[in-house]
T-cell receptor, first 113, second 114 residues
Framework: DAGVIQSPRHEVTEMGQEVTLRCKPI?????LFWYRQTMMRGLELLIY????????DSGMPEDRFSAKMPNASFSTLKIQPSEPRDSAVYFC???????????FGPGTRLTVT | AQSVTQLDSHVSVSEGTPVLLRCNYS??????LFWYVQHPNKGLQLLLK??????LVKGINGFEAEFKKSETSFHLTKPSAHMSDAAEYFC????????????FGKGTRLSVIA
């Protein structure tokens, strides 16, 4: 299996621009998670889906952030407009159930200038 | 509520000496526990998991962890550290309530000295 795939691996953008991060979960997994990691705040869960349905988005920092999962093999995390404080590494993870071990992608390093 | 406490934010060992990374948990249910490792600029990788089977769990790269219910601990050990073990390690517990299925500890940074 190819594991969780994320793209792009690196993104540099200017403040105010729209950013879209993409994730392909492991085939057969029905739960998908978006995390953000920074030195200051550590690893934070932003949102997670079960069977393509958002279950909890209480970790999404504000309305500038949105996530979708149109089908079982694809999810996006969008930031519009982006701000310098959004600079972080964003991880996608998937699992075969919401309480089971999660498998992480390599992450997208986002820099907003 | 479920929670984990990693007792050391940073551990430093010499190459070839044993590794001990400490984790205490709190759970209202029979816990499922995990250890993850994150190497610099990489994603998190599952090292091992405990799900109420054998109390001594073996993982990848020679790591193992022992579930001790009486001590509410799930410490990670390795007999002999390698330079490649230098990384951040996260202890994780399954949550049965709240807004997140897994609760991550704050991490322990392991340094290995040559």
């Amino acid at each position: 299996d190819a594991g969780v795939i994320q793209s792009p691996r690196h993104e540099v953008t200017e403040m105010g621009q729209e950013v879209t991060l993409r994730c392909k979960p492991i085939s057969g997994h029905n739960s998908l998670f978006w995390y953000r990691q920074t030195m200051m705040r550590g690893l934070e869960l932003l949102i997670y889906f079960n069977n393509n349905v958002p279950i909890d988005d209480s970790g999404m920092p504000e309305d500038r952030f949105s996530a979708k999962m149109p089908n079982a093999s694809f999810s996006t995390l969008k930031i519009q407009p982006s701000e310098p404080r959004d600079s972080a590494v964003y991880f996608c993870a998937s699992s075969s159930g919401t309480g089971w071990e999660q498998y992480f992608g390599p992450g997208t390093r986002l820099t907003v200038t | 509520a479920q929670s984990v406490t990693q007792l050391d934010s940073h551990v430093s060992v010499s190459e070839g000496t044993p590794v001990l990374l400490r984790c205490n948990y709190s759970s209202s249910y029979s816990p499922s526990l995990f250890w993850y490792v994150q190497h610099p600029n990489k994603g998190l990788q599952l090292l091992l998991k405990y799900t109420s089977a054998a109390t001594l769990v073996k993982g990848i790269n020679g790591f193992e962890a022992e579930f001790k219910k009486s001590e509410t601990s799930f410490h990670l050990t390795k007999p002999s550290a390698h330079m490649s073990d230098a990384a951040e390690y996260f202890c994780v517990v399954r949550a049965y309530s709240g807004n997140t299925p897994l609760v991550f500890g704050k991490g322990t940074r392991l340094s290995v000295i040559a």
